[in-house]
């Protein structure tokens, strides 16, 4: 063997490493589970837990933090939800379940690969040619990414999808077979790694068979298989866990994953905030030299999101206990809400970033119309004649269109002209004594062309309309494109509180899983205070479930647009934190009524209390010690017919005693019988259990 100091790496690279822990050779194997934990377990028979508690079962070691190719597989995940994220505009229903299902397949295969890793990987030559192929198919997820559209499917790319997932579940298939290999001498243990990896296998065949049923021409709803797929993987997989010590949880640092991921996605939060901020600066400074600062709405909204971004880590981070200090089957509801947490709380954080530039597009749009307003006002109290109305609206209008080019350059281009022609071909008296008729015509004509102009402004922004809004270009199609962007900003409202709400309410659900012990009155009551308010959230929702009257601009439905949107999430989150930090009263006003209880309570109770845990000590004590209910009884003066177990009579008891006192072995048997009785009266006399 070659001496270790001359490797050239800092540790030698095996070519199949193991976590198996070989037994000692005084028979004492290394333990998995710490014994500190083992009275926060459900005492419960599982299929092989007796068998495995002997020495002939595989014991694994466990690593107490990530590895760094578990910390680089992640980096992975963060590309590809930064990818899609900033591809898919969550615009419709349609693109809204998209943007789930996208999510859902993406974190159900990083999920299925930790939890083999935070278990069984070794670093060695086998196990980074399998995370080689692990970080394979997250470039092709990736690459799918930005053409994943369920309601528009490209066959090739759906079926190379599927074949993504099935190479994902063989690689782990083949991974949990090398361990099952590894612990083929133990008796027991084999039978739960052996169904892990079929498990696998399966989920590997039904997605290689279905990449078959994607064709040129037709649309497959069998996608559907995926989500479901995965669904039900993680279920049987974390259930699994349950059953087995082999494939348990406990001891390793599968909580530590779930944090780091909640960190990679508050991270992409940060980074869709930036890139909302620098869209808020290169509209402020560059296209309008007359801003000189943010108007307070902006600084407000900026501020809010930051804060709330804050406000989500401490909360998740300040609610996280010992991850050790919960049960088999707690750790695995934990880990499973861990799903819907992740997904709102991306929904949550694009919405949160869309109000800022939602705020500026507002600001940006009512400027200009303002502009225009203005201007064809001051024209109107001169006398104007038609051609002087046109000219003032175009030179407004053009080069708001440079600053601000739309969409389609050259439809629109037309549509102005056209527009701005129509008005030049009024009669000139039609200013000084207007009919109904051109005076409808004239306001409809503005109004399209001040709908041209918010629709470049959204353009700007990046603010495409759904896809259900196709104007056919024909009279007014620039205000069916804006109302289809509002349209699209009251799913961003619906989902942003709703998310909201989700979030908070999953917090609070992983935070009670986690807090075992300490369910004060008090902290009770924050408890609910806290679902309460996310409970509130989520129904705010239900101001925009009708949109004709938002259209209508009715009263109730005014907070959808305002500044007070975001404003109000944030203060909410704040008051929670706040109500988190709050001192715990003192124990005596939480259990005071407790005590009180006990008060009330009659004498007569408190003694057959006392009287029956004095039987119980001294029933326990005959049967440790069958000579000491017939010295008690000699000493006092009292039988022991109670205790319902008395020693057998010894003849001569009194006549016996003193010739036992001659002997040394005897005096000392007495000795400690008399300090046995003193400890048991004294246990008796101070309520001692």
């Given at each position: 063997?070659v001496?270790?100091?001359?490797?050239?790496?800092?540790?030698?690279?095996?070519w199949?490493?193991?976590?198996?822990?070989?037994?000692?050779?005084?028979?004492?194997?290394?333990?998995?589970?710490?014994?500190?934990?083992?009275?926060?377990?459900?005492?419960?028979?599982?299929?092989?837990?007796?068998?495995?508690?002997?020495?002939d079962?595989?014991?694994?070691?466990?690593?107490?933090a990530?590895?760094?190719?578990?910390?680089?597989?992640?980096?992975?995940?963060?590309?590809?939800?930064?990818?899609?994220?900033?591809?898919?505009?969550?615009?419709?229903l349609?693109?809204?379940?998209?943007?789930?299902?996208?999510?859902?397949?993406?974190?159900?295969?990083w999920?299925?690969?930790?939890?083999?890793?935070?278990?069984?990987?070794?670093?060695?030559?086998?196990?980074?040619?399998?995370?080689?192929?692990?970080?394979?198919?997250?470039?092709?997820?990736?690459?799918?990414?930005?053409?994943?559209?369920?309601?528009?499917q490209?066959?090739?790319?759906?079926?190379?999808?599927?074949?993504?997932?099935?190479?994902?579940?063989?690689?782990?298939?083949?991974?949990?077979?090398m361990?099952?290999?590894?612990?083929?001498?133990?008796?027991h243990?084999?039978r739960?790694?052996?169904?892990?990896?079929?498990?696998?296998?399966c989920?590997?065949?039904?997605?290689?068979?279905?990449?078959?049923?994607?064709?040129?021409?037709?649309?497959?709803?069998?996608?559907?298989?995926?989500?479901?797929?995965?669904?039900?993987?993680?279920?049987?997989?974390?259930?699994?866990?349950?059953?087995?010590?082999?494939?348990?949880?406990?001891?390793?640092?599968?909580?530590?994953?779930?944090?780091?991921?909640?960190?990679?996605?508050?991270?992409?939060?940060?980074?869709i905030?930036?890139?909302?901020?620098?869209?808020?600066?290169?509209d402020?400074?560059?296209?309008?030299?007359?801003?000189?600062?943010?108007?307070?709405?902006?600084?407000?909204?900026?501020?809010?999101?930051?804060?709330?971004?804050?406000?989500?880590?401490?909360?998740?981070?300040?609610?996280?206990?010992?991850?050790?200090?919960?049960?088999?089957?707690?750790?695995?509801?934990?880990?499973?809400?861990?799903?819907?947490?992740?997904?709102?709380?991306?929904?949550?954080?694009?919405?949160?970033?869309?109000?800022?530039?939602?705020?500026?597009?507002?600001e940006?749009?009512?400027?200009?119309?303002?502009?225009?307003?203005?201007?064809?006002?001051?024209?109107?109290?001169?006398?104007?004649?038609?051609?002087?109305?046109?000219?003032?609206?175009?030179?407004?209008?053009?080069?708001?269109?440079?600053?601000?080019?739309?969409?389609?350059?050259?439809?629109?281009?037309?549509?102005?002209?056209?527009?701005?022609?129509?008005?030049?071909?009024?009669?000139?008296?039609?200013?000084?004594?207007?009919?109904?008729?051109?005076?409808?015509?004239?306001?409809?004509?503005?109004?399209?062309?001040?709908?041209?102009?918010?629709?470049?402004?959204?353009?700007?922004?990046?603010?495409?309309?759904?896809?259900?809004?196709?104007?056919?270009?024909?009279?007014?199609?620039?205000?069916?494109?804006?109302?289809?962007?509002?349209?699209?900003?009251?799913?961003?409202?619906?989902?942003?509180?709703?998310?909201?709400?989700?979030?908070?309410?999953?917090?609070?659900?992983?935070?009670?899983?986690?807090?075992?012990?300490?369910?004060?009155?008090?902290?009770?009551?924050?408890?609910?205070?806290?679902i309460?308010?996310?409970?509130?959230?989520?129904?705010?929702?239900?101001?925009?479930?009708?949109?004709?009257a938002?259209?209508?601009?009715?009263?109730?439905?005014?907070?959808?647009?305002?500044?007070?949107?975001?404003?109000?999430i944030?203060?909410?989150?704040?008051?929670?934190?706040?109500?988190?930090?709050?001192?715990?009263?003192?124990?005596?006003?939480?259990?005071?009524?407790?005590?009180?209880?006990?008060?009330?309570?009659?004498?007569?109770?408190?003694?057959?209390?006392?009287?029956?845990?004095?039987?119980?000590?001294?029933?326990e004590?005959?049967?440790?010690?069958?000579?000491?209910?017939?010295?008690?009884?000699?000493?006092?003066?009292?039988?022991?017919?109670?205790?319902?177990?008395?020693?057998?009579?010894?003849?001569?008891?009194?006549?016996?005693?003193?010739?036992?006192?001659?002997?040394?072995?005897?005096?000392?048997?007495?000795?400690?019988?008399?300090?046995?009785?003193?400890?048991?009266?004294?246990?008796?006399?101070?309520?001692?259990p």
């Amino acid at each position: 063997m070659v001496h270790p100091d001359l490797d050239y790496t800092g540790e030698r690279l095996q070519w199949v490493g193991s976590r198996v822990v070989e037994p000692s050779e005084g028979g004492s194997g290394h333990r998995v589970m710490p014994t500190r934990h083992h009275h926060h377990h459900h005492q419960r028979k599982d299929f092989d837990l007796d068998k495995e508690q002997s020495h002939d079962a595989p014991e694994f070691s466990k690593n107490e933090a990530a590895t760094n190719f578990e910390l680089f597989y992640d980096l992975w995940f963060v590309a590809n939800l930064n990818v899609f994220t900033g591809i898919h505009d969550v615009s419709d229903l349609a693109q809204f379940n998209s943007f789930i299902g996208f999510m859902v397949l993406l974190w159900t295969t990083w999920l299925l690969t930790t939890l083999y890793d935070v278990r069984f990987t070794a670093d060695s030559v086998w196990e980074r040619v399998c995370k080689a192929m692990h970080l394979g198919v997250m470039i092709g997820f990736a690459e799918i990414g930005t053409h994943f559209d369920p309601n528009n499917q490209i066959p090739s790319v759906f079926q190379t999808m599927s074949l993504f997932l099935a190479v994902s579940r063989f690689v782990l298939a083949v991974q949990y077979g090398m361990v099952l290999f590894q612990i083929r001498k133990y008796a027991h243990g084999k039978r739960p790694m052996l169904v892990t990896a079929l498990l696998h296998l399966c989920a590997a065949a039904i997605y290689l068979g279905i990449s078959f049923r994607f064709d040129l021409g037709r649309t497959s709803r069998v996608f559907l298989v995926w989500y479901i797929g995965g669904l039900v993987e993680m279920a049987l997989h974390l259930s699994i866990s349950q059953l087995s010590h082999v494939l348990t949880f406990l001891g390793t640092h599968l909580g530590e994953r779930m944090n780091l991921l909640t960190l990679v996605i508050l991270g992409e939060g940060c980074i869709i905030l930036a890139k909302s901020i620098t869209l808020v600066v290169k509209d402020t400074f560059v296209k309008d030299a007359n801003y000189t600062m943010w108007s307070p709405t902006i600084i407000g909204l900026v501020t809010a999101s930051t804060a709330l971004i804050y406000i989500v880590f401490q909360l998740y981070f300040d609610w996280m206990h010992d991850e050790h200090s919960m049960s088999k089957r707690y750790q695995v509801w934990w880990t499973s809400l861990h799903l819907p947490f992740h997904i709102a709380l991306i929904l949550l954080l694009e919405g949160a970033n869309q109000c800022i530039v939602w705020a500026r597009v507002s600001e940006s749009a009512t400027a200009a119309l303002q502009k225009v307003i203005s201007a064809v006002t001051k024209v109107l109290n001169n006398d104007p004649t038609s051609q002087q109305v046109s000219d003032s609206l175009k030179n407004q209008i053009d080069p708001f269109l440079k600053e601000y080019p739309p969409a389609d350059v050259l439809d629109t281009s037309e549509s102005v002209n056209n527009l701005l022609a129509h008005i030049a071909n009024f009669p000139d008296s039609v200013w000084a004594h207007p009919e109904s008729d051109t005076q409808e015509h004239f306001n409809s004509d503005v109004t399209e062309l001040l709908n041209t102009m918010i629709s470049a402004v959204y353009n700007a922004f990046d603010i495409a309309p759904p896809e259900d809004a196709n104007p056919t270009k024909a009279e007014h199609w620039q205000s069916e494109i804006v109302n289809g962007i509002v349209r699209r900003f009251l799913l961003i409202y619906v989902y942003l509180f709703a998310c909201a709400g989700i979030v908070l309410l999953m917090m609070t659900i992983m935070h009670v899983i986690s807090k075992r012990k300490g369910w004060s009155p008090f902290n009770i009551f924050r408890t609910v205070v806290c679902i309460a308010i996310a409970i509130v959230l989520a129904l705010l929702t239900i101001i925009a479930s009708n949109q004709d009257a938002f259209f209508r601009q009715e009263s109730y439905t005014t907070f959808i647009g305002s500044p007070w949107m975001l404003p109000t999430i944030t203060l909410c989150y704040f008051f929670v934190l706040v109500l988190t930090h709050l001192p715990h009263p003192s124990a005596s006003w939480c259990t005071g009524h407790l005590r009180e209880g006990r008060r009330r309570r009659g004498y007569k109770e408190v003694e057959e209390q006392r009287d029956a845990r004095e039987a119980h000590l001294l029933g326990e004590m005959a049967r440790q010690n069958p000579r000491v209910d017939d010295f008690e009884d000699r000493r006092t003066g009292y039988a022991s017919d109670g205790h319902g177990m008395r020693s057998p009579p010894l003849a001569g008891y009194d006549a016996y005693r003193p010739a036992r006192a001659s002997s040394e072995a005897g005096r000392q048997r007495r000795s400690r019988d008399r300090r046995r009785s003193s400890s048991l009266r004294d246990r008796i006399q101070y309520g001692d259990p």
